[in-house]
Nanobody
Framework: QVQLVESGGGLVQAGGSLRLSCVASGSIVSFNVMGWYRQAPGKQRELVAAITSGGGPNYADSVKGRFTISRDNAKNTVYLQMNSLKPEDTAVYYC?????????WGQGTQVTVSS
């Protein structure tokens, strides 16, 4: 089973930027969709951004224009560039790889945005 490992989280001031990385232990080409999710304390996990194997991205309305998802199949890595961060972006961010009949999750990386 392909394992996913996120990195790049941290503490940043409002208006700042972070880039998250999700590195897979195997090829990400086998995943139809790669996505970034987040979960804030007391809230449900929500989809932030996703990208298909063909490269088409989708974003939650709350992050459109600020976040960019991309994938590098050669490096088995998916990125989430986060700009103009807001305190409400504070959450644990998870990477997910989705196949037709199975999925894989990373362990998460904490993002904290101070006001």
């Amino acid at each position: 089973q392909v394992q996913l490992v996120e990195s790049g989280g941290g503490l940043v001031q409002a208006g700042g930027s972070l880039r998250l990385s999700c590195v897979a232990s195997g090829s990400i080409v086998s995943f139809n969709v790669m996505g970034w999710y987040r979960q804030a304390p007391g809230k449900q996990r929500e989809l932030v951004a996703a990208i298909t194997s063909g490269g088409g991205p989708n974003y939650a309305d709350s992050v459109k224009g600020r976040f960019t998802i991309s994938r590098d199949n050669a490096k088995n890595t998916v990125y989430l560039q986060m700009n103009s961060l807001k305190p409400e972006d504070t959450a644990v961010y998870y990477c997910k790889g989705q196949r037709l009949t199975s999925s894989s999750w990373g362990q998460g990386t904490q993002v904290t945005v101070s006001s």
